[in-house]
Nanobody, 118 residues
């Protein structure tokens, strides 16, 4: 069983920045796509960004241009940096290891809250 732990959330002022980290307990992390989702206060789950094992990056339109996803396989860690935060970014953010091989299990973190408010 692989554990994923998110860190870096909290209260941020509008216009501010933060970095969310996701650390896996197993080096198989490097073979998975790493994806960030968020659950809004309205209980909507939204796909935010993803990075493939090869480093290809994808972003949802609502964060494109103000977010960067990266991965550091030597540390089993992925980072989502978000700038120009808005109140609409308030959500619980989850990281997920998504299998790229049929039959592999997916793994979720427990989530970390981000609140954008003054």
């Amino acid at each position: 069983q692989v554990e994923l732990v998110e860190s870096g959330g909290g209260l941020v002022q509008p216009g501010g920045s933060l970095s969310l980290s996701c650390t896996a307990s197993d080096s198989i992390f490097s073979a998975y796509e790493l994806v960030w989702y968020r659950q809004t206060p309205e209980n909507q789950r939204e796909w935010v960004a993803g990075i493939t094992p090869g480093g290809m990056k994808k972003y949802a339109d609502f964060v494109k241009g103000r977010s960067t996803i990266s991965r550091h396989n030597d540390q089993n860690t992925a980072v989502l940096k978000m700038n120009s935060l808005k109140s609409e970014d308030t959500a619980v953010y989850y990281c997920k290891m998504e299998a790229v091989v049929t039959g592999w299990q997916d793994y979720w973190g427990k989530g970390i809250p981000v609140t954008v408010a003054s």
